[in-house]
């Protein structure tokens, strides 16, 4: 009876330690696993929404862009600001430079220097830019005195804009 308890308790250790033991292990790594996994799935998720939501933005921003004139026309809009605010000729300078993005797009940045003029010719000229909503933005603007004339301002403005480079 004592050799067969003995082996009864034995094999209960056995399946303890062999058996039991490991189930418990497995099932609380798991646990554990299952629970990083759900983590990562909800930060991909939310990576998921991330990226759609930007994807649809470019989208747009694609759409904006592909149906705008070409770059170049910003210089002729940016003459046609400066007759409509009422600055002298030699009150303005351009400087375009194109540079290109990728095969598809490229992003042209005129400088426009403003020279001898007042805060409320400054004023009526940026508000007029900005109204004609010209395919890019306006990515630096620097005032200060003009060299010509103490009394007066000059101011230098750097326009971007994006445009679908024309294939022939």
């Not at 009864?8 to 056995?14: F, K, R, T």
């Not at 933005?57 to 600001?81: F, Y």
């Amino acid at each position: 009876m004592v050799v067969l308890g003995g082996a009864g308790l034995l094999g209960l250790l056995l399946v303890a330690q062999f058996g039991v033991r490991p189930t418990l292990e497995r099932a609380s790594t798991l646990r554990r696993v299952v629970a990083e996994r759900r983590e990562i799935l909800i930060q991909l998720r939310a990576k998921s929404q991330e990226y759609k939501q930007l994807q649809t933005e470019v989208d747009q921003l694609g759409s904006a862009i592909s149906g705008q004139e070409e770059s170049r026309k910003i210089l002729s809009a940016i003459e046609r600001v400066r007759q409509a605010a009422k600055l002298p000729e030699d009150a303005l300078s351009m400087k375009p430079t194109t540079t290109s993005i990728d095969k598809d797009y490229q992003e042209t940045v005129v400088e426009v220097v403003l020279d001898s003029l007042t805060f409320a010719q400054l004023i009526d000229f940026l508000s007029q830019l900005d109204s004609l909503g010209l395919p890019g933005s306006i990515k630096a603007l620097d005032v200060g005195r003009a060299d010509r004339n103490p009394g007066m301002l000059r101011a230098t403005i750097q326009m971007a804009a994006v445009a679908r480079v024309k294939r022939m």
